[in-house]
């Protein structure tokens, strides 16, 4: 405890952050344009489809069988073209409204977090390879629309892009009902391990695609005597994370390391964990993936992977939402990922079937203890994932 | 050892195919600009909002005091608010569409 008073002294790079009235009002007005479309269009598109487009269609016996069929039927919609120019552009304007600031403030988070890579005051550690050869599949274009992702390196030593995909993410989440807090995917899996497993305590914790390590700090709040790693592609957003970890006072180990062959060994891990990251590589990557994370497992071990629901769990209509981002939101893979049967896919890694699972487990930080207990005894079921409820899909490794 | 940058642009167009929702692309054009211009409108509102709250408060208005403003929760609730009722009246859908959209042969076209 006598490192505390200097955890409290370390800057914090998220304060460098220093946008103009003007600036702050675009961004809060840009979470709402998304909130409306997300949120307000998306149900008054689905409504339209219900009680107008597949009754009429069904009179005539051509109601849509499969999303595909739904798709084709909407997409000349008016609605539905309002919805999706409406949900492009304000997906364009989350980034863009955070990079004037991000520009003025560069040369100083850098030099922050260059210092903090230094000397670590916290404990972490921050291991990039100069050598890495970032995949084809992340930067042939810009996922989520976010000019320059998470790789992309504009200077020396560069954290712009940790910086806008962070902040890009505020404006994104800022006034969406469930994802306001950030890291509460990783609150709501680690209450569910610790609610289903008492006694689980990991020693070492891996989180692929960390990008700055939102979804892996919450894990060291819920298990504080594990260690922590984060791997990600990108340089650029592995620096601010890990200035945001040294600032937190949380030591967390970052590297830049392709989750689908990485440098550790055998069993080093007891928990691994990702969220929102196998539908963004494909397919093979993905089946490379999990192979890794079956042979990083130590005997015992959990693997949990927050992710899409795949098109067997939820309707066609639903199927047809989701998939809007394959060709709209640059998430080319999105689609072929969700077709797969997530148990199949561990199974294929090396996992025994029985020991493999999907489900969606409540938003920890909304559904309330006396309702998560109702869960747990199966007598009521999550809301769905993104409304209340996060979808993931694991297995534990035995013996 | 500190060599920070002098000045880095980033950039802001995204690489990969941008979609075209209507039928004619100008159109799509349009829609960004209509968008950009609403959160202007919504910016600039804003802006006044700060500077009657400076205006009740006594406070001489410069750009300084505007600069640095900090609205309270409550500021902040009353401002959400505004926001999600002007985008709702600002992107009003003409009733009719929905009668058109239930149209067989338009929703099957390709």
């Given amino acids: 405890m006598a490192a505390r008073a200097e955890d409290i002294a370390t800057p914090n790079i998220d304060e460098l952050f220093r946008p103009t009235h003007d600036e702050r009002a675009r961004q809060s007005f840009v979470s ?254 993905t089946r490379n993936v999990l192979r890794e994370c079956h042979r990083l497992l130590s005997p015992g071990g959990l693997m949990v992977h927050m992710e899409l629901p795949d098109a067997s769990s939820v309707s066609e209509y639903d199927n047809f939402f989701w998939n809007w981002d394959t060709h709209n939101n640059n998430e080319p893979f999105y689609t072929n990922y969700r077709e797969q049967d997530p148990l199949r896919l561990c199974e294929e890694a090396g996992f025994l079937p029985a020991d493999a699972f999907k489900l969606t487990i409540p938003d920890a930080a909304s559904f309330g203890e006396e309702r998560y207990a109702r869960f747990l005894k199966g007598e009521l079921p999550a809301p769905p994932h993104g409304s209340g409820g996060w979808f993931i899909f694991g297995a534990e490794r035995r013996g | 050892m500190s060599k920070a940058p002098t000045e880095v642009t980033l950039p802001r167009t995204t690489r990969g195919k941008r979609p075209v929702f209507f039928d004619d692309p100008s159109i799509d054009q349009m829609m960004t600009f209509v968008i950009e211009l609403t959160t202007e409108v919504a910016v600039l509102r804003e802006r006044l909002d700060t500077v009657e709250r400076l205006l009740d408060a006594g406070v001489p208005v410069t750009r300084e005091a505007i600069e640095s403003f900090q609205p309270q929760a409550a500021v902040n609730t009353e401002r959400d608010a505004w926001r999600d009722a002007y985008l709702k009246r600002v992107f009003r859908m003409h009733p009719t569409a929905s009668a058109q959209t239930s149209d067989p042969e338009r929703g099957s076209s390709p």
């Fill in chain 1, 32 to 285: 709402m344009l998304r909130k409306h479309a997300i949120i307000d269009l998306r149900a008054a598109v689905r409504r339209h489809y219900e009680s107008e487009v597949a009754p009429a269609l069904r009179a005539r016996g051509a109601e849509p069988a499969t999303w595909r069929d739904i798709e084709r039927v909407m997409e000349p919609d008016p609605l539905h073209r309002l919805y999706s120019t409406l949900r492009y552009n304000a997906q364009e304007m989350c980034y863009l409204s955070v990079q004037p600031a991000i520009e003025r403030a560069l040369p100083e988070m850098i030099d922050l977090a260059r210092d903090l890579a230094t000397h670590n005051p916290a404990g972490g550690t921050l291991r990039l390879n100069p050598q890495f050869e970032i995949p084809r599949y992340l930067h042939a274009l810009d996922v989520h629309l976010a000019p320059g992702w998470v790789t992309a390196e504009h200077t020396e030593d560069d954290v712009a892009q940790g910086a806008v995909v962070g902040f890009g993410g505020k404006v994104f989440t800022g006034q969406h009902p469930y994802r306001k807090r950030p890291g509460v995917v990783a609150e709501s899996i680690a209450h569910w391990i610790q609610r289903t497993r008492p006694g689980f305590t990991p020693r070492r914790i891996l989180d692929l695609g960390t990008t700055a390590g939102k979804n892996l700090l919450p894990y060291k709040s819920a298990f504080p005597q594990s260690e922590a790693h984060g791997i990600d592609c990108g340089a650029p957003v592995l620096r601010y994370g890990h200035a945001l970890a040294e600032h937190e006072g949380i030591a967390v180990h970052f590297s830049q390391q392709n989750a689908e062959r990485t440098d550790f060994p055998d069993g080093h891990f007891d928990l691994i964990v990702s969220s929102f990251f196998l539908h963004e590589i494909p397919l093979k990557a």
